[in-house]
């Protein structure tokens, strides 16, 4: 082999002459290959005895026998078959026609190349990621209020809201939507329940009493169940019935034969009944706890202890036996 003969050398047709040396080597008039000197050339040969570059390495071009920086001759570029003409533009710039290099111009893409003539988008805008068609698609398209992203899913939210499970929430409690507007962070709706009262979100029942749903905290739209909406100002117990234990209980459940009274008491008592000392309704019948008038007449239905309803009147046990 030449190369074992001469060094550096490819071709020769004898042992002391090369007439072709490795890349980077060029024949010296000795016939020896000596390492090309010119800085960046790939290829160089002896011209009158003087070393010419035919080939650079990347991103360099021959021009008159030396190696040029393309970016230094044609603005932008990271490749060029001469001085005139670019064939890669460096990141950012896409190539013309014309052989120079411009601003890349796809859509909100940030950096792109261009390899053959053809603009390729290597990295779009920060609130955008690089779909399979080569588009650059907002981020909020992907998942709603969504700031940066890439296609497998969202990486950081908007302002005012925070990650869960790969969806952005509003990170203000119990809030669903929300902007900034003057600086404050200001809730626009509201979860279930709760409705806005100077941007934040407050309970309707805390708002107005047992109130379950509302649209500001003076207009309420449904009650806790067993309470009726009153105007729909204020959540109220019906007629006959009181707030016990935050829920509405007939009065005649709390206290026999009662027809309006407080959790504690009974106030006024139904027809056949009268209201105690004690603030209950005993039956007008003697010894009858609970009676009904059937046929105009009083019936006693329970008698008190050790007593026994006989023809609508409660007679002792001791007497019967």
Do not use: H, W
Request: net charge neutral; aromatic share 6%.
């Amino acid at each position: 082999m030449c190369s074992n003969l001469i060094t550096n050398c490819l071709t020769c047709p004898n042992s002391t002459f090369c007439s072709e040396c490795q890349s980077n080597f060029t024949i010296q008039t000795n016939g020896s290959c000596s390492i090309c000197q010119l800085s960046n050339c790939l290829t160089c040969v002896p011209v009158n005895g003087l070393n010419t570059c035919i080939s650079c390495t990347s991103n360099f071009t021959v021009i008159n026998s030396s190696c040029v920086s393309c970016s230094t001759i044609i603005p932008n570029c990271q490749a060029c078959t001469n001085s005139t003409f670019c064939y890669n533009c460096a990141i950012g710039f896409t190539g013309q026609a014309n052989g120079s290099c411009l601003a890349c111009t796809l859509p909100n893409c940030l950096n792109c190349l261009t390899i053959n003539y053809v603009s390729t988008c290597y990295l779009c805008s920060e609130t955008y990621y690089l779909a399979q068609n080569n588009s650059c698609i907002i981020c909020s398209n992907l998942v709603s209020r969504c700031f940066t992203c890439t296609s497998a899913g969202c990486l950081t939210c908007a302002a005012n809201y925070t990650m869960l499970t790969g969806i952005c929430i509003c990170s203000m409690i119990n809030c669903i939507t929300c902007r900034i507007v003057n600086n404050i962070d200001t809730c626009l709706t509201c979860a279930s329940n709760f409705t806005v009262v100077n941007s934040s979100c407050f309970l309707c029942s805390t708002l107005i009493n047992y109130c379950l749903l509302c649209n500001n905290a003076t207009n309420c739209l449904q009650c806790f169940p067993t309470f009726l909406l009153s105007n729909g100002q204020s959540c109220v117990c019906g007629v006959n019935q009181t707030n016990y234990n935050n829920s509405c209980l007939q009065c005649q459940s709390l206290f026999v034969g009662c027809i309006s009274c407080t959790p504690s008491i009974c106030k006024i008592c139904g027809t056949n009944y009268t209201l105690t000392s004690d603030s209950l309704c005993g039956c007008n019948l003697t010894n009858c706890i609970t009676c009904q008038v059937q046929n105009s007449s009083k019936v006693c239905i329970n008698c008190v202890t050790n007593f026994l309803p006989v023809n609508n009147t409660c007679f002792a046990c001791l007497v019967l036996i």
